[in-house]
Every structure is written in structure tokens, then in C-alpha cells.
């Protein structure tokens, strides 16, 4: 019989995206099972941050319990390869893991610091590493990559949070001598889902807007607003990556915010987006290209806006761990193009195992 692989699937997390997690997670656990050949382990990341194995019903993920964990799952640098370590009352146990499936969106998950975790434990994991994970991460930074590859983007201009505390009238002067006119986007640099991000319709909006994006980060940008179609195009693979056609949303609410991604119904994706060759093939393009130039692998999407006064292109945002709901973007755009979920979790998988770590191959 052939040997099993043995996936360690991390979930939950303390990020504001935790219960996206849990959803994403299980259509991992679901797809991993029904492929079979795997001993999966998940493991749940509480909202403290704590570690646990999760011994619950592999079909309720979603539903995993705060604080009735009998087994801690801890990660030691050094203990030797391939290994995480459980802990029980009866002491600790080696977790001989092949690979770690880090189902994690936003901050402590996606943004490299996991990551780093098991590049010093050296375990091998899905999706981009550090460095990808961290820029990508951070909104300011990537728009500085962006820039130099000279895609369009929305225009922008940064604050930190001790400018915007000590004295918000002059953070609202620097914003307004680039944006006189309103509307603008403030949003904290690393947040996701939404989180902090607010449209400020007119001068009075500002300051309180500011401040809350500064209440999530230490670092806050404030973009010109684009008036656009959003789309999205989803790319895997590691040095010759490749970009899935483009999908559409149509958010329900005033823009895309966590109410509309996560609970509002009216929400939709349009696979493909019924848009021009010429404008679809410059997405997949300028996917690619950013994927690369963030030292990307094994996935991401790449998410844009399409101005609809000129049919302009514009950036938006990179994720490295997008969402794997039955309603996302990046799975959906690989079954149209002819890979069901299970497939493409082997892909993941088989990429995860070809990475050289960081240092030395
Ligand atoms: N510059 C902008 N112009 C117009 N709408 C924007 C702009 N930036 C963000 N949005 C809206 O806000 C949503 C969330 O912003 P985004 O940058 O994607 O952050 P998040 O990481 O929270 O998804 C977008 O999906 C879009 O609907
Ligand atoms: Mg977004």
C-alpha cells in the first residue's frame, strides 16, 4: 500500500477572518478525505492564538469550540524535521508532519509569521513564504512593488498612526493637498475582510476614519477612489506561474465590505467576467506579474479594479491565502478552468514540497 501524507491543517487564527478560516479549512479536510491518501491533523487556532488538536467532528470545523481542548500542538525549532509536538496531560508527542496546509487569512497567518514558524521548524507548507506573505500582506508596501512595475493603481498617500493621533488636523491637511475632492478610501495597511477600511464621502468623515484605520494598524493609507468594476484573477504555480481567467463580483452593499463578503446573499461571482479579451488578457498578465515580483508561490489572487468611465485597469490587492469558501473566487476560477477542488489541492501540495527553504537547498 502506498504510504499516506500526513497534512497538518491549520485553522481558526486571531485574525478578524478567523471564521473564514474555519470555512475555508473544511473545504480543505473535506477535499483531503475524500481523496483520500492522507492522514490530515487539524489543528485549530483559537482566537487567543492558542494551538490545539482539534478531535471534533471532521465535518464541523466551522463549529469548533472555544477553550475544550485537551491537546496543545506547539511548534520547536530545532527538535528536528518534519516534526510538530503535541501536548498532553501525559506529556509531549512527536507530530511527524509532511506538510502544513496553513488556512489562514489576515494578520498571523498570511503575513508571513506562521510561515517563518515552520521554515525554522523546517516542515514544509502550502502557499507563499515569508517575504510574499508579508508584502502582500501589507497594502502600502505592495503599492510600492506595483509602481515599479508600472501597472496603474490607485493613487495614494500614507500615514502612520502617531501622526494621526497627536494631530489629526494636520494628518487631514496632508490628505487633503492630495485628495482635495472626496470620495477617498482610508484604509489600515494590514487589515483584511474590510476591517477599519471606511469611504469618506466628504471632509467631516475624515478624521473619524482615520482614526479608526489607525486603531487597526500602526500604518494607514488613504487612497484615491476608483469607480470600477471588481474583478479578480486567481494564479498558482511557483516559477512559471499561471493565471486563471477573470471572475466578477457584484457586492450588495456600497462596497465590498465584510457584511456584503461573508453574510449578504445578494452578494455574486460572475465566472467568467464578461469583459473584453483585450482587458482580460491584461489582467491575467499584470496577475502574473505582480505574483512574481512579490516572490510568489503556490498561490494567490490578484484582485482589480475595471473604471467604468474608461475601462481602465487599476491593481487593487494581492492575498496570498485567499478564500477557499464554497462562494470564493480562487477555487472556483480552477474548477472553470478544469480542476476540481481535490485536484487543486494537490497541486498545492506537490508545489509546497518542491520549495527549496529559505536557506541552502
Ligand atoms: N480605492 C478604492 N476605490 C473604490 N473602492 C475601493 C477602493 N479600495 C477599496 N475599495 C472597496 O473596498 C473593498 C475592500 O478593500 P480592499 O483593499 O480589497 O481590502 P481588504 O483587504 O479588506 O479586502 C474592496 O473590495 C472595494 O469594494
Ligand atoms: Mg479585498
Not at 495614494?156 to 472626496?182: H, S, T
Not at 470600477?228 to 516559477?239: F, L, M, N
Not at 512559471?240 to 456584503?260: C, H, M, R, T
Not at 516572490?295 to 485567499?322: C, H, K, M, Q, Y
Request: glycine share 8%; charged share 25%.
Amino acid at each position: 500500500m502506498e504510504k499516506t501524507l500526513r497534512v497538518a491543517l491549520l485553522f481558526g487564527g486571531v485574525s478578524s477572518e478567523h471564521d473564514v478560516s474555519c470555512v475555508s479549512a473544511q473545504t480543505f479536510m473535506d477535499a483531503l478525505l475524500a481523496d483520500g491518501g492522507y492522514t490530515v491533523y487539524p489543528i485549530y487556532i483559537d482566537r487567543a492564538g492558542r494551538w490545539f488538536l482539534y478531535e471534533g467532528d471532521v465535518k464541523h470545523l466551522a463549529k469548533a469550540p472555544q477553550g475544550e481542548y485537551r491537546i496543545a500542538v506547539a511548534v520547536k525549532p530545532g527538535l528536528r524535521e518534519n516534526a510538530l509536538v503535541t501536548i498532553s496531560a501525559s506529556g509531549e508527542t512527536t507530530l511527524v508532519t509532511d506538510v502544513v496546509i496553513p488556512v489562514l487569512h489576515g494578520l498571523n497567518g498570511e503575513d508571513g509569521t506562521v510561515q517563518g514558524l515552520l521554515e525554522l521548524a523546517r516542515i514544509p507548507y502550502v502557499g507563499c513564504g515569508v517575504l510574499a506573505s508579508a508584502v502582500s500582506m501589507d497594502k502600502v508596501f505592495t503599492k510600492k512593488i506595483v509602481d515599479h512595475l508600472g501597472i496603474r493603481q490607485a493613487d495614494y498617500v500614507d500615514l502612520n498612526r502617531r501622526e494621526i493621533r497627536e494631530n489629526p488636523g494636520a494628518a487631514v491637511q496632508k490628505v487633503l493637498a492630495k485628495f482635495p475632492e472626496f470620495p477617498v478610501f482610508v484604509k489600515p495597511s494590514r487589515a483584511g475582510s474590510s476591517v477599519g477600511t471606511t469611504k469618506v464621502h466628504s471632509l467631516e468623515e475624515l478624521e473619524p476614519a482615520l482614526l479608526k484605520a489607525a486603531a487597526e494598524d500602526r500604518r494607514v493609507l488613504v487612497e484615491e477612489y476608483v469607480d470600477g468594476r471588481e474583478v479578480e484573477c486567481a494564479v498558482r504555480g511557483e516559477y512559471e506561474p499561471e493565471a486563471s481567467n477573470v471572475g466578477e463580483i457584484l457586492a450588495a452593499a456600497e462596497f465590498y465590505d465584510y457584511e456584503a463578503k461573508y453574510a449578504n446573499a445578494d452578494s455574486r461571482t460572475v465566472i467568467p467576467a464578461d469583459i473584453e479579451d483585450s482587458i482580460r488578457e491584461e489582467i491575467r498578465h499584470d496577475a502574473v506579474e505582480i505574483f512574481k515580483a512579490v516572490d510568489g508561490w503556490g498561490l494567490a489572487r490578484v484582485d482589480f479594479f475595471i473604471r467604468r468611465s474608461d475601462n481602465r485597469v487599476f491593481f487593487n490587492e494581492i492575498n496570498t491565502f485567499p478564500g477557499f469558501t464554497p462562494i470564493s473566487m480562487w477555487p472556483m476560477l480552477w474548477a472553470d478552468k478544469g480542476t476540481p477542488v481535490s485536484g487543486q489541492i494537490r497541486l498545492l501540495i506537490e508545489s509546497a514540497l518542491e520549495r527549496e527553504p529559505l536557506y541552502g537547498a
